[in-house]
């Protein structure tokens, strides 16, 4: 059964920086497209950033870009996101998202494992 689970989320004043996790469970998630998407209250879950198994890949939204990196290592089966000059509008549930896939994809749709999310508050 795969099984995904993000950590380090939290409270941080704007212009701090978090770095999120996410344990994957699977044996082949090297074979993986692994995925960032956040929801805030009210609104539609969002990209944030993606990358391919190779790591070579790495794809992030234009409303992160510049602030927001995504990696993967492989050997621990765990994917991040480095969050640095967060502001007030990122604060939103954050969820990690795994496909068997070779592409970046960006819509919520197109993935097929989820994890249980991981709050992020960005305090003014």
């Known amino acids: 059964q795969v099984q995904l689970v993000e950590s380090g989320g939290g409270l941080v004043q704007a212009g701090g920086s978090l770095r999120l996790s996410c344990a994957a469970s699977?044996?082949?998630?090297?074979?993986?497209?692994m995925g960032w998407f956040r929801q805030a209250s009210g609104k539609e879950r969002e990209f944030v950033a993606g990358?391919?198994?190779?790591?070579?890949?790495?794809y992030v939204a234009d409303s992160v870009k510049g602030r927001f990196t995504i990696s993967r290592d492989n050997a621990k089966n765990t994917v991040y996101l480095q969050m640095n000059n967060l502001k007030p509008e990122d604060t939103a549930i954050y969820y990690c998202?795994?496909?068997?896939?070779?592409?970046?994809?960006?819509?919520?749709?197109?993935?097929?494992?989820w994890g249980q999310g991981t709050q992020v508050t960005v305090s003014s």
């Open positions: 998202a795994a496909k068997g896939t070779t592409v970046v994809l960006t819509t919520p749709q197109q993935y097929d494992y």
């Open positions: 699977f044996r082949t998630f090297n074979f993986y497209t």
């Open positions: 990358i391919t198994w190779s790591g070579g890949s790495g």
